[in-house]
């Protein structure tokens, strides 16, 4: 009995030193934004989609537990997205995350934002803030600071 014991020890000691951190690991990381849907203007608010691409380079699957963003239109705060649900990222793979929010566009409503659209540039859409991601017993948190130029239906 105290071989079993013994045994048993020694694996969950290995087991667990050498998993002790991410050194090793190569994180996964948000790298761009696709597919902006602008959907209905009402009141303001204009309701969109956008999609996020994941990409996870190493063998290990991880699943995304919290993702905190501030959604930016032209460097103005639109919208947040707060979530906890998991979201499962196989190995080697780079899974698209779509997400759909209704921004509230009221401050955008200036004259620089007015006269940039009539003359044909488009706002830049930005995405900021973090996720934690998670493998066993480990969370990393994952930096996002994504841009990308986009046309609004006004």
Do not use: Y
Request: aromatic content about 10%.
């Amino acid at each position: 009995m105290k071989r079993i014991f013994r045994v048993v020890f020694f694996a969950c000691l290995l087991a667990f030193t050498s998993c002790k951190s991410f050194e090793n690991v190569a994180i996964p990381s948000v790298e761009k934004i696709s597919n902006f849907k602008p959907g209905q203007w009402k009141d303001g608010k204009l309701s969109f989609s956008f999609t996020t691409q994941i990409n996870n380079p190493d063998k290990l699957k991880f699943k995304i537990r919290r993702v905190d963003l501030d959604i930016l239109m032209n460097g103005n705060k639109i919208g947040e997205i707060h979530t906890d649900r998991v979201i499962k990222i196989r190995r080697l793979l780079k899974p698209e995350v779509n997400w759909e929010l209704t921004g509230d566009l009221k401050s955008l409503v200036k004259p620089d934002m007015i006269l940039s659209v009539l003359t044909g540039g488009k706002p830049e859409f930005a995405v900021k803030g973090s996720i934690q991601v998670s493998r066993l017993f480990f969370r990393k948190s994952i930096p996002v600071d994504l841009k990308t130029p986009v046309k609004l239906p006004f």
